[in-house]
Each structure stands twice: as C-alpha cells, then as structure tokens.
C-alpha cells in the first residue's frame, strides 16, 4: 500500500467513525435493544431458554450484551458494541474489495460501507446486524483467498467467521449456502472444503435442535409489506436504508436513474470477469432474495447481503475515470437519506418507533408527578422483559397496565377505591402495540367525570403503505395525559 492509498483508506475510516459516533447517545432505547438488555441481564442459561421458544435470533450478540453490561447501562456505552463491529466492516471492507479486485475496489467498496446509510444506523442501535456484517466480509476474505490458496490460515478464519455466523443470526446460512453453491458450481468441492463444512456443522449441531422451536415462533410473525413490494423495498433498504421516504421522488427518480445506468455497467464488467468471480457474484446476488419473501423477512435481516450489492456496483464504477460524474453521483446520493437521519426528519424514517423520546418522556412525568398519583399504561409487559417505562421511569407511584379489556373493569374498580386518596392519574397510550385498548380507555377517561391536567404527543406518524390505498392515514404513537377526577 501507497502513501497515497494509505492516507485515503485512512480518511474514508475516520469519515465512517465520525458518521457512526455522531449522535451515538440521542435516542432513547428502542424496544428490541431493549429485548437485548432484558436477555442480557438475566442467566445465560435463561436467555437461551427464552429465545428458543420466543425469539428469532441465536445467542452469540445476547451472550456480548450480557457481558457489555458490565462496562454500563447507558446509551451511550451499550452501543459502543454494535458501533465496534460497524467500523471494523470499513477496513476489513477495503481488504475483501482488494482481494476481490485491486486497490481501486478495496476503496469504493470500503467508501460505500463508511457512508452507507443503514449500516450507520445500525451501528447506533444494540442490534447483531453490525456484528453479522462484520462476521460475513471476513467469511468471505477468507473464502477468496481459498479460491486462490488452500492456506490452512485462510481455513481456520473460514471455519471460525461462518460458525460465528451461524450463531449470530439465523439467515446465517446464506453465507455457507453460498460458498457450498460457488465451489459446486466452479467444481472446486475438494475433500478440504468439505471437511470444513463438515467441521463448521459439527459445531452448529447444538443450536440445529432448537432451530425448530425458532420457526415455531417465526411463523407466526407477519410483517404488512405487500408480497409484490418486498423485493424492490428490500434493495431500496439495502442503499438508502429507512430514512428516506421512497415517495420522495424528487429524490428517488434521480437516484434509480443513476443507479440504474451503474448497474447496466456493471452488468457489463461482471460478464468479463473470470469465471471464478462471476459465479461468485451472481449467486452471491441472486440466491439471497429468494428469502426476501419469507411472511417474517424485513430487509435488516437481509442488511448483511447489502456488501454484495456494493461490491457489484463497485465493480462498474471503478471502469470509470476518476473525472467520471456518475463514480460521484453514486455517492452523493447516499447523503440525503444520511441528513435525514441526523435531523430526525419523521416524515422520512420507515420505523419511527426508534425516535420516540422514551427518557424525555418519563423525565417530564416524574418532575410533575405528586405522591400518591397513579400511572395507567396500556404498553405491552412481560414479566421477564424490560419495557420503556420500566426502564426510564425512576419514580414510586403505581403503576397499572391494562393488557385488553377485561382490565377496564378492573380499572374501574381501583379507581373507585382509590379516588378518595389519589385523585390524579397519568395515561400513557401506547398506539403501536396495542392500539385497541389504548382507544377505548382513552374513551374512558375523556368524558365529564375527569379533568385533563396535561397532555403530550409523540410522533405524529404516517402510515407509509396507506397511500397505496389512494389515502393518508396518520396517527400519534404514544400519548400521554394527567387527568384529575373532578367533584
């Protein structure tokens, strides 16, 4: 490596670790990091039982997050772990693109890492998503350089990277599934390669006997993305992540035409490329969207699969000349979904579940609560799980969650017994989890026998897949009140 190329490696990393450090701490915890705090927090044995039968993922991000907490509880720190993994996807990025093609790969395939989108989002956030990235470029350094040597180095990195994989996340086997697709169809499925799979196998066995209760579970999420509308979403996210509207067009017409002209050129490089690469590329892009339709798939599942689709149009654009405007437009096309990101801009986030102000919000009712004051909530509990109001709400007063129906009446009875002694109550709704009952104790509290002390909304959001129905639906996704009983 040149001074040059050194210094340029250099300023794209610092360029990735000021993007990823920027606002580390500004939001509070969203409710899968704080799944993750909750399973951390418990035995690892517990953890393990829990996510066999309720959750989709293996253990090896819930087992770092168990011993991350030792370091601290706040926002800030916790997300220093999947921040870690987000920055070494740059320069282990430059070394996959190297090796993939020269110098001038390593570069813009490391550059589209450091300013992706959604990789800079999910290395703010206490998810594996970052780590799972981190864990496939290694793979698959390793795995090229297996193509061109049987190094054992190169195979105790194979085999250690893909069983990490497997136990990082279960649509980990894409990786393996692509390499055992790759070597069959080069004919390069030699007895090396097959003990390794062999090997990598052996010790995902453990975790192969709970896979089945994991599907249980799956089958029974359903996401509301259209079928039809999964796969172009899935490559939009895998580009602009979920802070760009896709109804933006002022935005999104421009880029897709861009994009589109970068990959009718790459198109044309990979169809010259050795044979050994071309196979590589085509199943590495085509095999995975095939998972795309799974009822339960969302894109991050699918974000780590997002390298070969920069990898690809590295490819063509690293054909042009530096002077070239498309190599610059590919990039500052990047920047809007980015400065969409850093202004909270709400109108353009997919998920806005992750802006909501949770340590704002129960900061403000514990600086007007009083003493006797009772908290009503309608947000989903576990018993076993940390919520946000259990883990921002420092204060003493009762807490009542009402889960359905049936705990209106419950309601009414404790507020009939206590409204000689507390005469105050806080309503948190919560819209997102539980939108039905939230209606109808909102209508139980906004009738004559009540005085409304305080309110505040949060979020006022749009239901993007509305407009698909030829209308706009919007909606708050917490609210909260302080009402008074009047006499």
Known sequence: MNKKTGFLVFAIFFTGVFLRIFHLGQHSFWCDEL????????????????????????????????????????????????????????PSGYILG???????????????????????LWSQILKSYTLLTFLTILSFIAFIKLLKTENKKFFSIFCLSNILILYTHNFGFIVILIQILTLLTLKRMNKKFVFSFFFIFLFYIPWIL??????????????????????????FYFFFGETLNPFNFKIVIPSLIIYLSIFVISLNKLSKMQKEKKYLMIISLILPLFFVFFPSTVPQNLIFIAIFWFLFFTVGIQELNYKNLLIYLNFIFLLPSLIFY??????????????????????????????????????????????????????????????????????????????????????????????????????????DEYEKLYERKYIFNEKLLSRLKGMREYYYLVEVYLFQKKF
């Open 35 to 90: 799944l993750a705090i909750s399973l951390g927090k418990h035995s690892i044995k517990w953890m393990i039982d829990y996510i066999t039968f309720n959750d989709a993922h293996p253990p090896l991000f819930y087992l770092l997050v168990h011993f991350w907490l030792y370091f601290g509880e706040s926002e800030i720190i916790l997300r220093i772990l999947p921040l870690i993994f987000g920055l070494l996807c740059i």
């Open 98 to 120: 190297k090796n993939f093609g020269n110098e001038k790969t390593g570069l813009l395939f490391s550059l589209f890492i450091s300013l992706s989108p959604p990789f800079i």
């Open 210 to 235: 709970k896979i089945p209760y994991q599907i249980k579970f799956t089958l029974g999420v359903r996401r509301p993305i259209p079928l039809l509308l999964k796969l172009p979403y899935t490559i």
């Open 342 to 447: 850093y202004l909270n801009d709400i109108s353009q986030y997919h998920d806005v579940s992750k802006l909501i102000p949770f340590r704002e919000m129960f900061k403000k009712i514990q600086e007007i609560e009083k003493e006797g004051d009772i908290i009503i909530t309608t947000e989903k509990y576990d018993n076993e799980i940390i919520t946000p109001l259990v883990w921002y709400y420092k204060g003493k007063n009762k807490i009542i969650r009402i889960k359905d129906k049936n705990n209106l009446k419950i309601l009414s009875d404790i507020l009939y017994e206590k409204q000689k002694k507390s005469l105050r109550f806080f309503l948190i709704f919560d819209f997102i989890n539980n939108p039905d009952i939230s209606k109808e104790l909102k209508k139980f509290f906004f009738g």
